[in-house]
T-cell receptor, first 110, second 113 residues
Framework: QKEVEQDPGPLSVPEGAIVSLNCTYS??????FMWYRQYSRKGPELLMY????GNKEDGRFTAQVDKSSKYISLFIRDSQPSDSATYLC??????????FGPGTRLSVLP | DAGVTQSPTHLIKTRGQQVTLRCSPK?????VSWYQQALGQGPQFIFQ???????QRGNFPDRFSGHQFPNYSSELNVNALLLGDSALYLC????????????FGPGTRLLVL
């Protein structure tokens, strides 16, 4: 079992749809949870950063962490064609290195 | 405020050669981590540098080595290149404080022929 698993996609949705992206993990010691967006041939860009369980909202993006289920989610409301990218989840221990999922490729169709 | 910068942007090498990649961290950051991202995969942690010392290392062979300079910039060196070393190499910087996250540079795309 991989340490972090992520729905592989690709995922195609119409413009304006609500997008749900998910990751599961096996290491219960992870404390920090991140979502990065990566456009083709670019470096990952930090979208959301949460500590421990709970929800965090930033504009059209909402991140959820359920540590009891070892499951994290990213919701994108009112999706736009500019949201088309690969979305990477990442997590870490306190002071530890980041462990990434393989990424989900999202296409938002006009 | 400049973000993380990396050079070069692209590089082509042949098997057996050596390569050096460079990274300048975001202003105010003192910790640099390096990742390898193969096509269609998530980034894999190579190592992290803090106070000019390698602090953590991922599952990469000794052909991968690095250095951090007093100004916090860093180099990644790869010796005896293999075809499988072809990837996007990402540098990420952060502050050495509990809970601080990492910010990535644009990466260096290495092709080994």
């Amino acid at each position: 079992q991989k340490e972090v698993e992520q729905d592989p996609g690709p995922l195609s949705v119409p413009e304006g749809a609500i997008v749900s992206l998910n990751c599961t993990y096996s290491n219960s010691a992870f404390q920090y949870f991140m979502w990065y967006r990566q456009y083709s041939r670019k470096g990952p860009e930090l979208l959301m950063y949460t500590y421990s369980s709970g929800n965090k909202e930033d504009g059209r993006f909402t991140a959820q962490v359920d540590k009891s289920s070892k499951y994290i989610s990213l919701f994108i409301r009112d999706s736009q064609p500019s949201d088309s990218a690969t979305y990477l989840c990442a997590m870490s221990l306190i002071g530890g290195n980041f462990v990434f999922g393989p990424g989900t490729r999202l296409s938002v169709l006009p | 405020d400049a973000g993380v910068t990396q050079s070069p942007t692209h590089l082509i090498k042949t098997r057996g050669q050596q390569v050096t990649l460079r990274c300048s961290p975001k202003s105010g950051h003192d910790t640099v981590s390096w990742y390898q991202q193969a096509l269609g995969q998530g980034p894999q942690f190579i190592f992290q540098y803090y106070e000019e010392e390698e602090r953590q290392r991922g599952n990469f062979p000794d052909r991968f080595s690095g250095h951090q300079f007093p100004n916090y910039s860093s180099e990644l060196n790869v010796n005896a290149l293999l075809l499988g070393d072809s990837a996007l190499y990402l540098c990420a910087s952060s502050r050495d404080r509990r809970g601080e996250t990492q910010y990535f540079g644009p990466g260096t795309r290495l092709l080994v022929l």
